[in-house]
């Protein structure tokens, strides 16, 4: 059976069309994942799937059970990680972790070791009698991942889950999403970080204003693409803007970025681009201390399936 | 779907039940003691007793019952209109929403926290008033009736004005008090129903305040305008109603 059937699903708010007509199917185990920028319509699809946003027109299974008309059913089996860390700043870590799992009315003892154990694993438990109020972003964030999985649920919801945090906390959850995985739970989770979709996800649905551009593996989305490829070079004297629209002249470069301390020129004859490269070090009297051919990268077929440019909200290092 | 088996619906009853417990207690954790709650739920009866006496309309010992009927309307109303629109800007009111039990455990957890504060005010007014003011009591079975239902039908009002979808528990405190004031005057507390005008007397015949207020007179002081089953089996009517559209507003409110 699927985890998540999804069919012709719309959401409206007044004239605004959150989500226009999309379809697909999440299979039991799977990682999926959603990308797409902010206002994409992510946290919308999240919330009509959990059943807290009634969906305009359009149906959604979980494990078969119909969210609307099934909820309660639906929901048992899964867990929720909403955007923002909505945890109780007032309580302590162990007690937002006993109201999560007595909302699903799981008894003292499993309660208990279920806490115990997931605080353990997001390096909580030290500091479980602390009111979250004195928790630091990645810690609420981490509580609030634990207290999703309090219920041991064969399907996770996570709404960008590692979204504007520090490396370690960011380490720690994607360390435990791989866990999960091979633990055969089933993964929804929504990301605008290209990256992330790219390391974790099985099959990524590529969303943008409430549209599903595209969905398939990661590596068979970049093949769809191959037309696109790329050259990184770094000069050894740095990266000025000037430079950049020098680079963007040279003969079959079809597009060109600043990527840190290198610029990455696009097209589809690399080889070319690179002899092209050289030349220029040469006349301009510097030298490359770098250069590479890339394929396509998952945020190339963003960008070419979207029309979105660089800066638009999307990012592939967060 | 689930078949229809007792065990299926003690199942479900339980899972319902124990939800609402945790919702309520979470309430009790972090809410009773916010300056919001306790100047609406416990202090404005204390100076609106405090007036009443000073402008010497009564003796204290005759304001006792409606001081009683007061705070239960006050406290008991006092919690939601904070909690809610608190947990729907920390994003916190989504769990409980997404909490795989129907909304009307969700209404009843939260006024249970309401009905809980509003017993625990009402018990120290009750024991303050018995032994500072010696009041004679006709009938304590009849107090604890109307404490009891009053309490759990105006925590169900409280819910029910908290379904307005703001983050401001500013918003709702005002929407209450729109009803809240005007019932203690129409409602036979400190003026005898008989002696108001025809139309607020219709008027006070739908406040729920009115038959609360009854059983208690009636358990103090003897003096009742209806039947102690009729006060119960109303207060009873005006908790299902409220709850009924409590989660109607919850449910339209959901976006
Ligand atoms: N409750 C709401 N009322 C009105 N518009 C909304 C509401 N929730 C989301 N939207 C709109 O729907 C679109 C999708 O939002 P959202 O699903 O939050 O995007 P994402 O999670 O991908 O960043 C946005 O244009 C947003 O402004
Ligand atoms: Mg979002």
Not at chain 1, 160 to 184: A, F
Not at chain 1, 280 to 293: D, E
Not at chain 2, 100 to 123: H, M, Q, T
């Amino acid at each position: 059976m699927e985890a998540i059937e999804v069919s012709h699903l719309v959401k409206q708010f007044g004239t605004l069309t959150a989500i226009n007509d999309i379809s697909f199917s999440v299979a039991a185990g799977e990682t999926f994942g959603f990308l797409g920028p902010n206002g994409a319509g992510k946290t919308t699809t999240i919330r009509m799937l959990t059943g807290i946003s009634p969906p305009t027109s359009g149906t959604a299974t979980i494990f078969g059970h119909d969210i609307v008309r099934e909820t309660v059913a639906a929901r048992q089996s899964m867990g929720i990680v909403s955007e923002t860390s909505n945890v109780y700043t007032d309580l302590t870590g162990w007690q937002n972790m006993m109201l999560a799992a007595q909302l699903y009315r799981i008894g003292r003892s499993e309660r208990d070791r279920n806490a115990t154990e997931l605080l353990k694993r997001f390096e909580l438990y030290e500091r479980r009698d602390t009111k979250a109020h004195g928790y630091s972003k990645g810690m609420r964030r981490r509580l609030t991942i634990a207290m999703g999985l309090v219920n041991s649920p064969r399907l996770l919801f996570l709404d960008e889950p590692t979204s504007g945090l520090d490396v370690e906390s960011n380490l720690i959850i994607r360390e435990m999403i791989s866990d999960l995985i091979k633990e055969g739970v089933t993964v929804f989770l929504t990301t605008h970080n290209i990256e992330e979709a790219n390391i974790l996800c099985e099959r990524v649905a590529i969303i943008d204003k409430g549209h599903i551009a595209a969905i398939d593996a990661p590596e068979r989305l970049k093949k769809t693409i191959q037309s696109v490829q790329s050259v990184e070079v770094a000069f050894l004297d740095g990266t000025s803007p000037e430079r950049l629209d020098e680079l963007r002249l040279l003969p079959m470069v079809n597009g060109a970025r600043k990527e840190g301390d290198k610029f990455k020129l696009f097209t589809e004859n690399p080889t070319e681009v690179i002899e092209g490269v050289m030349a220029y070090a040469q006349t301009h009297h510097t030298r490359v201390i770098s250069i590479t051919t890339l394929g396509p990268s998952l945020e190339d077929v963003f960008v070419k399936l979207t029309g979105l440019q660089r800066g638009g909200g999307i990012s592939a290092i967060d | 779907m689930p078949s229809i088996s007792l065990s299926g619906i003690e199942d479900r009853l339980s899972r319902e039940l124990v939800a609402a417990w945790a919702i309520a207690k979470k309430d009790v954790l972090i809410y009773y003691l916010r300056p919001g709650v306790i100047v609406g739920g416990v202090l404005f009866p204390l100076f609106m007793f405090l007036a009443f006496t000073a402008g010497k309309l009564a003796t204290p010992v005759a304001l006792v019952p409606g001081l009683i009927g007061i705070t239960t309307l006050f406290s008991a109303s006092s919690i939601e209109p904070v909690s809610v629109p608190i947990e729907r800007r920390m994003a916190t009111f989504d769990r409980l929403l997404a909490a795989p039990v129907s909304l009307n455990a969700l209404v009843l957890g939260e006024s249970l926290s309401g009905l809980l504060y509003s017993l625990l005010i009402a018990v120290v007014v009750f024991v303050a008033a018995l032994i500072i003011l010696m009041t004679p009591i006709t009938n304590i079975f009849l107090i604890v009736l109307g404490i009891l239902f009053s309490s759990l039908c105006f925590a169900t009002l409280g819910t029910l004005f908290a379904a307005y979808p703001t983050e401001n528990p500013g918003d709702i405190i005002s929407m209450v008090n729109v009803v809240r004031f005007p019932l203690i005057f129409i409602s036979g507390v400190f003026i005898p129903i008989a002696t108001l005008p025809a139309v607020a007397q219709m008027i006070a015949y739908v406040s729920p305040l009115t038959y609360a207020n009854d059983l208690i007179q009636g358990g103090y002081n003897g003096k009742m305008t209806f039947h102690p089953i009729v006060d119960v089996a109303m207060l009873i009517v005006f908790i299902v109603i409220f709850q009924l559209i409590a989660n109607y507003l919850y449910k339209r409110f959901s976006d």
